[in-house]
C-alpha cells in the first residue's frame, strides 16, 4: 500500500529544547518552560486551519520527576495556570482534551483540575492529546497485562488498552531542538509513523514550521512494510 499526497490526521510532538532556549538568551529555565507554553497555546489555536484531527504532546515523562525539585514545581504550576486559562478557549474552539499517561498520580488539584477538563471538553470534534506522568515502556506493559486479564494477548488486544485507543492512528512524530530519538514516547504508536526531526528549538516552533511540517508529511510515500 502506498499514500502520496495524503494528510495527516493524528501528528505527535516532543516538545524538546526549553532549557536550551532560556540558557541561550541568560534567563531562567523557567522563562523556556513558560515561553514553550506560549508555542502550545498558539499552536492549539492554529490546529482549525488545518487537517490534523488530533494532536499529542509530550508534556511530561515519568522521567521528568529526575529533574530538579524547583524545575518540576514550576512545571506543575505552568500546568495548573494552562488549564485554568485555556479551558474556555478549549471549550468554544471545539477542542477536546485527552489525557495519556498515569495522570492520576499527579497533585489532587491538578487531578480534580484535569477531570473537570475532561468533562467540559468531551463534546469537541478536535482532539488535544496530552502526554502527563507518561512513558511508553509503562504503557505497553500495562495494557499487555490488562489484556492478558481479558485472555487473549494479540495486537489488537494490547491497541485497546494503549492510552490512546479511540485516537487516529499516529502519522506524524515532530521532535523539536535538533535531538533525534524518541525518548519512550509513543513507541507502539509510532512503529509506522512518518518522523520529522528539526533544529528549532519548542519555544521557537510555531504554526508556520507546523505547516511546512505537514506539507514535508504530504510529499512523502508511505508504504507500511509494502513496496
Same mark, same amino acid.
Given at each position: 500500500? !502506498? !499514500?502520496?499526497?495524503?494528510? &495527516?490526521? +493524528?501528528?505527535?510532538?516532543?516538545?524538546?529544547?526549553?532549557?536550551?532556549?532560556?540558557?541561550?538568551?541568560?534567563? *531562567?529555565?523557567?522563562?523556556? =518552560?513558560?515561553?514553550?507554553?506560549?508555542?502550545?497555546?498558539?499552536?492549539?489555536?492554529?490546529?482549525? =486551519?488545518?487537517?490534523?484531527?488530533?494532536?499529542?504532546?509530550?508534556?511530561? $515523562?515519568?522521567?521528568?520527576?529526575?529533574? *530538579?525539585?524547583?524545575?518540576?514545581?514550576?512545571?506543575?504550576?505552568?500546568?495548573?495556570?494552562?488549564?485554568?486559562?485555556?479551558?474556555?478557549?478549549?471549550?468554544?474552539?471545539?477542542?477536546?482534551? =485527552?489525557?495519556?499517561?498515569?495522570?492520576?498520580?499527579?497533585? *489532587?488539584?491538578?487531578?480534580?483540575?484535569?477531570?473537570? &477538563?475532561?468533562?467540559? !471538553?468531551?463534546?469537541?470534534?478536535? !482532539?488535544?492529546?496530552?502526554?502527563?506522568?507518561?512513558?511508553? =515502556?509503562?504503557?505497553?506493559?500495562?495494557?499487555?497485562?490488562? &489484556?492478558?486479564?481479558?485472555?487473549?494477548?494479540?495486537?489488537?488486544?494490547?491497541?485497546? +488498552?494503549?492510552?490512546?485507543?479511540?485516537?487516529?492512528?499516529?502519522?506524524?512524530?515532530?521532535?523539536? $531542538?535538533?535531538?533525534?530519538?524518541?525518548?519512550?514516547?509513543?513507541?507502539?504508536?509510532?512503529?509506522?509513523?512518518?518522523?520529522?526531526?528539526?533544529?528549532?528549538?519548542?519555544?521557537?516552533?510555531? *504554526?508556520? +514550521?507546523?505547516? +511546512?511540517?505537514?506539507?514535508?508529511?504530504?510529499?512523502?510515500?508511505?508504504?507500511?512494510?509494502?513496496?
Amino acid at each position: 500500500m !502506498t !499514500t502520496e499526497g495524503q494528510q &495527516a490526521r +493524528h501528528v505527535a510532538i516532543i516538545m524538546d529544547g526549553n532549557g536550551r532556549w532560556a540558557k541561550r538568551r541568560h534567563l *531562567p529555565r523557567a522563562m523556556g =518552560h513558560r515561553k514553550g507554553v506560549e508555542a502550545v497555546r498558539e499552536l492549539v489555536r492554529s490546529l482549525k =486551519h488545518t487537517s490534523v484531527e488530533c494532536l499529542t504532546l509530550y508534556a511530561f $515523562s515519568s522521567e521528568n520527576w529526575k529533574r *530538579p525539585e524547583e524545575e518540576v514545581d514550576d512545571l506543575m504550576n505552568l500546568m495548573r495556570k494552562f488549564i485554568k486559562s485555556d479551558l474556555p478557549e478549549f471549550i468554544a474552539n471545539d477542542v477536546k482534551l =485527552h489525557i495519556l499517561g498515569d495522570w492520576q498520580g499527579l497533585a *489532587p488539584d491538578i487531578v480534580a483540575m484535569l477531570e473537570d &477538563a475532561l468533562e467540559k !471538553t468531551s463534546g469537541g470534534s478536535r !482532539t488535544l492529546a496530552v502526554a502527563l506522568n507518561y512513558g511508553a =515502556h509503562a504503557e505497553i506493559t500495562r495494557a499487555a497485562k490488562l &489484556a492478558a486479564a481479558e485472555g487473549e494477548v494479540s495486537e489488537e488486544a494490547i491497541e485497546r +488498552h494503549l492510552f490512546s485507543a479511540g485516537l487516529p492512528p499516529l502519522d506524524l512524530l515532530i521532535r523539536t $531542538s535538533g535531538e533525534v530519538r524518541l525518548s519512550n514516547f509513543l513507541l507502539w504508536q509510532a512503529a509506522y509513523a512518518e518522523m520529522l526531526f528539526t533544529d528549532v528549538l519548542w519555544p521557537d516552533f510555531t *504554526p508556520d +514550521h507546523f505547516k +511546512h511540517a505537514l506539507a514535508d508529511f504530504a510529499e512523502r510515500e508511505r508504504r507500511f512494510g509494502g513496496r
